[in-house]
Nanobody, 116 residues
Framework: QVQIVESGGGLVPAGGSLMLSCDVS????????MAWYRQAPGNQREWVAI???????NYGDSVKGRFTISRNDAESTVSLQMNNLKPADTGVYYC??????????WGQGTQVTVSS
């Protein structure tokens, strides 16, 4: 059974940092591109970053230069280091495999709140 558990969220002041983690089990993790999304209250879900199986990464324009995504295939985890956080970064953060089979999958996510 697939389990994807996000953690590491919290309340931080603007300019602060957080490290989010995503623990994945039940799939051949190393075979999947992995992505982080976020959803702010009243907004649509937004793609944040992706790390593909080769380790190459890409980021949304709003987080480029501030966030870093990484993966550990040995531990089946994907992380998101978030620096210089802004109030606009507030939202629930989700990770998921980038695969057709997970197109409708959304876990519980982890809440990030950045105070001004």
């Amino acid at each position: 059974q697939v389990q994807i558990v996000e953690s590491g969220g919290g309340l931080v002041p603007a300019g602060g940092s957080l490290m989010l983690s995503c623990d994945v089990s039940g799939i051949a993790f190393s075979r999947y591109d992995m992505a982080w999304y976020r959803q702010a209250p009243g907004n649509q879900r937004e793609w944040v970053a992706i790390v593909v199986t080769s380790g190459a990464t890409n980021y949304g324009d709003s987080v480029k230069g501030r966030f870093t995504i990484s993966r550990n295939d040995a531990e089946s985890t994907v992380s998101l280091q978030m620096n210089n956080l802004k109030p606009a970064d507030t939202g629930v953060y989700y990770c998921k495999p980038m695969s057709v089979g997970f197109i409708n999958y959304w876990g519980q996510g982890t809440q990030v709140t950045v105070s001004s």
